[in-house]
């Protein structure tokens, strides 16, 4: 320690008796310093580097100002942030949004179903009380005008991460099942391109499966991302119908 002076005096306090970090603390706490803060949308955007040198920078929004600054050290789990708090004294814990995967989910389309999903959820929130039939009809309006859904988390006033939109079709899950176990079977019947050409209608089949479990997708990126998931699926569908294959001939 460095006294009045330059002087330098042996520390006061006695490190010898200091315990490593226990086996049992929570290690999906990741430390990070904070590198830049700025304002967007009224929100305060704080940009992170990992302190452990994995992983890139990272860039998170809340939902009110933080008291925090350049160089200090912040620790992230999940979506909270726990930092110390020098205008109280004391630490905090805030609830803090990915805003790389944020900005992504707000670019993605809604569907009819999920504006009636959504109006649905209104609608026991005004049999519950918790909204007037006058707030849900400008509610309404609104949801029908959304486009994105970012607009629509706007609308409900709700974080984009933590909007609930319609669920998949069991229908369109159990055709991609069915589809996969087409494609298992078929390489499990034949080998070469024999084996190729009877996986046609499982490819077919997983292709319109996935087109339509990504409705939030532009159509052009929606059709080609079907056609890259039914040619990856392949692999997979390839290597269990050859394992099939080969134990039906061992036996």
Same mark, same amino acid.
């Given at each position: ?137 400008? @509610?309404?309006? !609104? /949801?029908? =005008? $959304? ?5 629509? %988390?706007? *609308? +409900? ?65 929606? @059709?080609?991302? !079907? /056609?890259? =998931? $039914? ?5 997979? %569908?390839? *290597? +269990? ?11």
């Amino acid at each position: 320690m460095t006294t009045v002076g330059g002087r330098q005096a042996p520390s006061h306090r006695d490190f010898s008796v200091a315990q490593r970090q226990s086996e049992l603390r929570d290690r999906r706490w990741k430390l990070h310093a904070v590198k830049d803060i700025t304002i967007e949308d009224g929100q305060p955007r704080i940009t992170l580097q990992p302190l452990d040198g994995a992983g890139r920078w990272t860039s998170w929004t809340a939902s009110e100002p933080l008291p925090l600054q350049a160089d200090d050290l912040v620790f992230v789990r999940a979506q909270q942030m726990s930092y110390f708090n020098r205008e109280a004294c004391e630490p905090a814990v805030v609830e803090v949004e990915d805003a790389r995967r944020a900005a992504a989910i707000a670019q993605k389309l809604i569907t009819e179903r999920d504006r009636e999903h959504v109006l649905a959820t209104v609608a026991a929130q005004v049999a519950a009380g918790d909204m007037t039939p006058d707030e849900m009809a400008s @509610v309404t309006v !609104a /949801v029908q =005008a $959304a486009r994105t859904r970012g607009e629509l %988390a706007d *609308v +409900l006033k709700v974080r984009v991460t933590d909007l609930k939109v319609a669920p998949p079709r069991p229908g369109d899950l159990w055709l991609l099942a069915i589809a996969f176990v087409l494609m298992v079977g078929a390489t499990s019947a034949a080998e070469g391109g024999r084996s190729f050409l009877m996986m046609l209608p499982g490819l077919l089949l997983v292709a319109t499966a996935v087109y339509r479990l990504n409705p939030g997708m532009e159509r052009g990126p929606r @059709v080609s991302f !079907a /056609v890259v =998931a $039914a040619l990856v699926t392949i692999c997979p %569908a390839g *290597v +269990l119908g050859g394992a099939i294959q080969v134990e039906i001939l061992h036996r």
